[in-house]
């Protein structure tokens, strides 16, 4: 006697059609980005670059570059500067952004953050991202760093942002990039709607 197949549940659907990935890093050293850049265009992926100002300042090229091939342009800024309010430095750091690539963002990884930086960047306008996944604490550089943050995607439904700050080279993530490709998952440039 022939069982039917039960039916899959849509839990069991997403998972085996792979989860889309929103890869967050910081963009503060131009030989590192360059790298990362390097190993995003290689397997077609996306991913977002948070910009400091030093970089927006000295990085004209990579960032044209990222513009062209479609990775998602940021500002990254410090909310605890006592110097300049998060408002200040976001509107220096577009005015840096403009002039290297005549365009300007809205996507804004607020470092040292605790609320009210964050209500004054969404006042102004901007789109705080905040990660599902903040592995900025652990550095992506190998095989198994790239396997332990693939299991903790993986843990999670549905589409996962995740932050992984400025420790990362080029070796991690294109273990994680195959990898992800393996489980059938799609790194995107996340957007100021998504």
Do not use: H
């Amino acid at each position: 006697e022939t069982v039917p197949d039960e039916p899959q549940t849509p839990e069991e659907t997403e998972e085996t059609e792979g989860k889309n990935v929103y890869l967050c890093m910081l963009a503060s050293d131009g030989g590192t980005v360059e790298a990362l850049l390097d190993e995003l265009d290689r397997k077609g992926d996306k991913a977002a670059f948070f910009c400091t100002e030093e970089f927006l300042t000295q990085e004209g090229g990579l960032l044209r570059r990222m513009m062209a091939t479609g990775q998602a342009v940021g500002l990254a800024v410090d909310a605890s500067d006592p110097e300049r309010s998060v408002t200040e430095q976001l509107l220096a750091a577009n005015e840096l952004l403009y002039q290297a690539t005549c365009t300007k963002t809205r996507l804004v990884i607020l470092e040292n953050e605790e609320g009210q930086g964050l209500q004054e960047a969404e006042r102004a306008g901007y789109r705080c991202v905040t990660a599902d996944l903040d592995r900025s604490a652990y550095a992506l550089k190998g095989t198994s760093a790239a396997d332990s943050l693939l299991r903790r995607i993986t843990a999670r439904r549905g589409s996962v942002t995740v932050w992984l700050g400025e420790r990362i080279d080029a070796t991690g993530l294109r273990a994680f990039l195959e990898a992800a490709e393996d489980a059938e998952d799609r790194c995107l440039a996340i957007t100021e709607t998504t």
